[in-house]
C-alpha cells in the first residue's frame, strides 16, 4: 500500500536543508521518496493521500537513555527496580504511552529486573499494547557495592560473562553495565569505579562476540578511563567528562549519552529525593558542572545522543538543553533523532526521513529549528507510515 503524505516542511534530519511544501511517499511502513511538491513523489500514484500541510514533519524520536517502570519524582529509584514483575509491568505501561505520545518512536531501555523489557519489546511489536519500538538490554550489570542494585547484582569475571550471556541468550539488543557510582543513589560517589578492569573488558568482549556493543552508566573518573581502554561504545549521563577524556571519546569515535532531565528539570530527582542530603547535594554539585562541561563537549565535536533516563514524555526537554548548552536547534534535533540512530545501531531503518528508512515521524504544529521548544508540540506521532498518536484534529 502507497500512502502520499503532504507537509508544510519536512525535515530530514539529515543536514540537508528543510524541504518546503514537501512530500513523502510511503509503502509498506518504508519511505520510497522525499521532496519538494514537484518531486517525482507528490507525482507518483498512491492509495491513500495524507494531508499534513499545516505541520512541520521531522523523524520519529528515539530515547537514547530510559526505563521502563521507573518514575523518578516518586522517589528512591532502585526501590521501584525491586518491585514484583506484574507490578513492574503495569507501572510501564502509561510510562510507554507517554513517551509515545510526546514522538519518541523509538526507545533504549537501559536495565530492568525480572527481564520485562523483553516481555514489552515483544508486546509492542505483536500490537498488543502501543509505544515505541524498544531496544533492550535485559537486567544491568552492576557490582554489589556500585549504584544502580536492584534485585540482581553481578561480581567478578564470570559472573559479568555469565549475566551478559544470559541476557543475550534472551535477545539483548546490547549489554548494560554501571561502572561508576550515581546521583540517584545514597551509597556511591560519582568518582568511585566499582568494576574492574578485567570485568568490563568481558562484558564488551562478550557483546562483541555477540555483534553487539556495551553501553556503560559512567560519569567520569576512573570509571570513563577503563571504558575508553575497553572499548565500551557509549558513555551514558558523562557528568564528569575531563577535556583529555572527550578528546579520547572523539577519537574513538565512541558515543555520550546525555540525561539532562532528571537532573534538571522539577520532576526530576529534586522532586522527592531532595529530602535525602547526601543524593541533594551531588544533585546540586552537577548542576553547578554539566553545563560547562556539555558545552566542551558539544564545541569538541564528539558524538552526542540524548535520553530522558525514565522522564517519560520529556524528550522535548533533552533538546532544549542542549540549545541552552549551546548547540543549534540543527543539532539538538539530530541527537534526538539521527545522531540517537547512530548511537543505538539502528541508523541503517531509522533516525532521518530518507528513501528506504522506515517511516517513523512526527507532525508538530511549529518549526522546531526556529525555537527546539517547538519539540513539545506534538500534533501527531507515526510509526512505519500509520498514526499511533494524535494529539488534534490532523486527518
Same mark, same amino acid.
Given at each position: 500500500?502507497?500512502?502520499?503524505? #503532504?507537509?508544510?516542511?519536512?525535515?530530514?534530519?539529515?543536514?540537508?536543508?528543510?524541504?518546503?511544501g514537501g512530500v513523502m511517499l510511503i509503502e509498506d511502513g518504508v519511505i520510497r521518496r522525499v521532496g519538494g511538491a514537484e518531486a517525482g513523489a507528490g507525482k507518483e500514484p498512491a492509495d491513500r493521500v495524507e494531508d499534513l500541510s499545516d505541520f512541520f514533519l521531522v523523524p520519529g524520536f528515539i530515547d537514547s537513555h530510559t526505563h521502563l517502570s521507573i518514575v523518578p519524582a516518586e522517589g528512591n529509584q532502585l526501590a521501584q527496580l525491586r518491585l514484583p514483575p506484574g507490578e513492574a509491568v503495569l507501572r510501564s505501561i502509561p510510562n510507554i504511552d507517554r513517551n509515545l505520545r510526546s514522538g519518541v518512536t523509538t526507545a533504549r531501555i537501559? /536495565?530492568?529486573?525480572?527481564?520485562?523489557?523483553?516481555?514489552? #519489546?515483544?508486546?509492542?511489536?505483536?500490537?498488543?499494547?502501543?509505544?515505541?519500538?524498544?531496544?533492550?538490554?535485559?537486567?544491568?550489570?552492576?557490582?554489589?557495592?556500585?549504584?544502580?542494585?536492584?534485585?540482581?547484582?553481578?561480581?567478578?569475571?564470570?559472573?559479568?560473562?555469565?549475566?551478559?550471556?544470559?541476557?543475550?541468550?534472551r535477545g539483548a539488543d546490547f549489554i548494560k553495565l554501571f561502572v561508576t557510582g550515581g546521583v540517584s543513589s545514597e551509597g556511591t560517589s560519582l568518582?568511585?569505579?566499582?568494576?574492574?578492569?578485567?570485568?568490563?573488558?568481558?562484558?564488551?568482549?562478550?557483546?562483541?562476540?555477540?555483534?553487539?556493543?556495551?553501553?556503560?552508566?559512567? $560519569?567520569? /573518573?576512573?570509571?570513563?578511563?577503563?571504558?575508553?581502554?575497553?572499548?565500551?561504545?557509549?558513555?551514558? $549521563?558523562?557528568?564528569?567528562?575531563?577535556? #583529555?577524556?572527550? #578528546?579520547?571519546?572523539?577519537?574513538?569515535?565512541m558515543w555520550i549519552v546525555g540525561?539532562?532531565?532528571?537532573?534538571?528539570?522539577?520532576?526530576?530527582?529534586?522532586?522527592?529525593?531532595?529530602?535525602?542530603?547526601?543524593?541533594?547535594?551531588?544533585?546540586?554539585?552537577?548542576?553547578?558542572?554539566?553545563a560547562e562541561n556539555f558545552a566542551r563537549v558539544l564545541s569538541s565535536g564528539a558524538n552526542v545522543?540524548?535520553?530522558?533516563?525514565?522522564?517519560?514524555?520529556?524528550?522535548?526537554?533533552?533538546?532544549?538543553?542542549?540549545?541552552?548548552?549551546?548547540?543549534?536547534?540543527?543539532?539538538?534535533?539530530?541527537?534526538?533523532?539521527?545522531?540517537?540512530a547512530r548511537a543505538c545501531r539502528v541508523e541503517d531503518r531509522l533516525g532521518t526521513l530518507e528513501p528506504g528508512k522506515l517511516a517513523d515521524f512526527v507532525a508538530l504544529q511549529a518549526d522546531p529549528l526556529k525555537d527546539i521548544r517547538n519539540t513539545a508540540k506534538v500534533a501527531a506521532v507515526y510509526k512505519e507510515g500509520e498514526k499511533v498518536s494524535c494529539c488534534c484534529g490532523c486527518s
Amino acid at each position: 500500500m502507497k500512502t502520499l503524505i #503532504k507537509a508544510k516542511q519536512i525535515i530530514t534530519g539529515t543536514d540537508a536543508a528543510p524541504i518546503d511544501g514537501g512530500v513523502m511517499l510511503i509503502e509498506d511502513g518504508v519511505i520510497r521518496r522525499v521532496g519538494g511538491a514537484e518531486a517525482g513523489a507528490g507525482k507518483e500514484p498512491a492509495d491513500r493521500v495524507e494531508d499534513l500541510s499545516d505541520f512541520f514533519l521531522v523523524p520519529g524520536f528515539i530515547d537514547s537513555h530510559t526505563h521502563l517502570s521507573i518514575v523518578p519524582a516518586e522517589g528512591n529509584q532502585l526501590a521501584q527496580l525491586r518491585l514484583p514483575p506484574g507490578e513492574a509491568v503495569l507501572r510501564s505501561i502509561p510510562n510507554i504511552d507517554r513517551n509515545l505520545r510526546s514522538g519518541v518512536t523509538t526507545a533504549r531501555i537501559m /536495565g530492568q529486573e525480572h527481564y520485562i523489557d523483553f516481555d514489552m #519489546k515483544r508486546a509492542v511489536a505483536r500490537g498488543l499494547i502501543q509505544g515505541p519500538r524498544l531496544l533492550t538490554s535485559g537486567i544491568g550489570l552492576v557490582a554489589s557495592n556500585g549504584h544502580g542494585v536492584g534485585l540482581t547484582v553481578t561480581d567478578g569475571v564470570d559472573e559479568v560473562r555469565r549475566r551478559a550471556r544470559q541476557n543475550l541468550a534472551r535477545g539483548a539488543d546490547f549489554i548494560k553495565l554501571f561502572v561508576t557510582g550515581g546521583v540517584s543513589s545514597e551509597g556511591t560517589s560519582l568518582d568511585v569505579c566499582s568494576y574492574t578492569q578485567d570485568e568490563v573488558a568481558a562484558a564488551v568482549e562478550e557483546a562483541g562476540r555477540a555483534g553487539t556493543y556495551v553501553a556503560a552508566h559512567a $560519569h567520569g /573518573g576512573r570509571g570513563v578511563d577503563l571504558c575508553i581502554q575497553e572499548g565500551v561504545r557509549c558513555i551514558e $549521563h558523562g557528568a564528569f567528562l575531563s577535556p #583529555k577524556q572527550v #578528546k579520547a571519546i572523539k577519537k574513538q569515535e565512541m558515543w555520550i549519552v546525555g540525561t539532562f532531565t532528571i537532573l534538571y528539570h522539577p520532576e526530576g530527582i529534586e522532586k522527592t529525593d531532595f529530602n535525602v542530603p547526601s543524593i541533594r547535594d551531588k544533585v546540586l554539585w552537577a548542576r553547578e558542572v554539566v553545563a560547562e562541561n556539555f558545552a566542551r563537549v558539544l564545541s569538541s565535536g564528539a558524538n552526542v545522543a540524548v535520553g530522558t533516563d525514565s522522564l517519560h514524555g520529556m524528550i522535548a526537554y533533552e533538546m532544549e538543553c542542549l540549545v541552552r548548552f549551546g548547540a543549534s536547534t540543527l543539532r539538538a534535533l539530530q541527537a534526538a533523532t539521527r545522531d540517537a540512530a547512530r548511537a543505538c545501531r539502528v541508523e541503517d531503518r531509522l533516525g532521518t526521513l530518507e528513501p528506504g528508512k522506515l517511516a517513523d515521524f512526527v507532525a508538530l504544529q511549529a518549526d522546531p529549528l526556529k525555537d527546539i521548544r517547538n519539540t513539545a508540540k506534538v500534533a501527531a506521532v507515526y510509526k512505519e507510515g500509520e498514526k499511533v498518536s494524535c494529539c488534534c484534529g490532523c486527518s
